[in-house]
């Protein structure tokens, strides 16, 4: 089955520092990726996707990920965060044709 | 477009009680997918539907739940009867198949 890993609970940064959120998967064949974002008493919005081509991919709201097969990582990435991208975070692989298999989530602080 | 609708946004009921979530996917897509969020189980899939027939529905807990899309712009999901461990975010999300899903807003669901 394909899973994905999130390593860390918590990510806290100062803003306008880099942000980085890890994601590894474990997958038989060419992995799907996805990043969502979940805000607070809302629904899960994606972020961006690596379906194949270019390893470095990039997103909404400045995000960018990074899919390295060597290392079996698809890390997210912003240069200099905001305080308003204090959020959960998901990385995701898809089985199949359709189903998704959620990371257990990355919770960001930003502070100002 | 207005993106996924889900109603109610909040419900609380009493066990033992009828529960009924909706969902209107976003105009065009034909797969149609509900989740379910808890803090101990993190995002589960619980059915999904292409074209408005349901794919799988393996994720479905047991029989006291049932879902429906009696046609591409409307699915229910009922829980009868409702009982405290179903207390949770239902999450209904639309896609082309294939595609990156769209989540709607949830409905936070607590069963007293």
């Known amino acids: 089955a394909q899973s994905v890993a999130q390593p860390e609970d918590q990510v806290n940064v100062a803003e306008g520092n880099p942000l980085t959120v890890k994601c590894t998967y474990s997958v038989s064949g060419n992995p799907y990726l996805f990043w969502y974002v979940q805000y607070p008493n809302r629904g899960l919005q994606f972020l961006l996707k690596?379906?194949?081509?270019?390893?470095l991919v990039k997103g909404s709201y400045g995000f960018e990920a990074e899919f390295n097969k060597s290392q079996t990582s698809f890390h997210l990435k912003k240069p200099s965060a905001l305080v308003s991208d204090s959020a959960l975070y998901f990385c995701?692989?898809?089985?199949?044709?359709?189903?998704?298999?959620f990371g257990a989530g990355t919770t960001v602080t930003v502070r100002a | 477009d207005a993106g996924v609708i889900q109603s109610p946004r909040h419900e609380v009921t009493e066990m033992g009680q009828e529960v009924t979530l909706r969902c209107k996917p976003i105009?065009?897509?034909?797969?149609l997918f509900w989740y379910r969020q808890t803090m101990m189980r993190g995002l589960e899939l619980l059915i999904y539907?292409?074209?408005?027939?349901?794919?799988?529905d393996s994720g479905m807990p047991e029989d006291r739940f049932s879902a429906k899309m009696p046609n591409a712009s409307f699915s229910t999901l009922k829980i009868q009867p409702s009982e405290p461990r179903d207390s949770a975010v239902y999450f209904c999300?639309?896609?082309?198949?294939?595609?990156?899903?769209?989540f709607g807003p949830g409905t936070r669901l607590t069963v007293l």
């Open positions: 690596y379906i194949t081509g270019d390893n």
């Open positions: 999300a639309s896609s082309h198949p294939g595609n990156e899903q769209f």
């Open positions: 105009s065009g897509h034909n797969s």
């Open positions: 539907f292409n074209n408005n027939v349901p794919i799988d």
């Open positions: 995701a692989v898809r089985e199949g044709d359709y189903k998704l298999s």
